[in-house]
């Protein structure tokens, strides 16, 4: 019994620590792109796994025999950023009536408040979509809890 208290006691203490604090943020948040400091409104999604990015155009290029991807978005106040990232992998994205579609995934770091996160974010058309970011649970996880009943509750602040 006494072991079973110092056991519940030390898993208690390892996950109230200040390191280990989840951050609490609505479905609707600013994330910034970083180092190119360029923001978006992001819908945040618990039930994707993967981040995505509404991109206006994108293309495959070669830069020191490593492919990389040039790409544009636009964010919700008509500015347009252009970025290039290496190629991390292609994402099969798989719908019910128009077949299989690969998707370019790169790593971006990512902020939200000031949690800045490398993470996989596949690039999309998400013209049909009022927000052009989607933030999965490779971001959120071990990070965040979602409240869906509030929005835009932190500023961007990493550089």
Known sequence: MRYA???????????????????????????????????????IDTGA?????GVVDWQSFTR??????RFEVLNNEGKTQSFERPLDSYALIKRKTL??????????????GNKKLLVPVNLANRKKFKYQVLIGRSFLKEHFLVDSAQKLTRQAECN
């Open 5 to 43: 208290l110092i056991v519940f006691i030390l898993c208690w203490s390892n996950i109230a620590t200040p390191n280990n604090t989840l951050v609490t943020i609505g479905w609707i948040e600013t994330v910034r792109i970083l180092p190119e400091g360029f923001e978006l409104k992001a819908k």
């Open 49 to 53: 796994d993967n981040s995505s990015l």
């Open 64 to 69: 020191n025999g490593q492919e990389w991807i």
């Open 99 to 112: 077949g299989s579609l690969k998707r370019p995934v790169v790593k971006m770091w990512l902020c939200i």
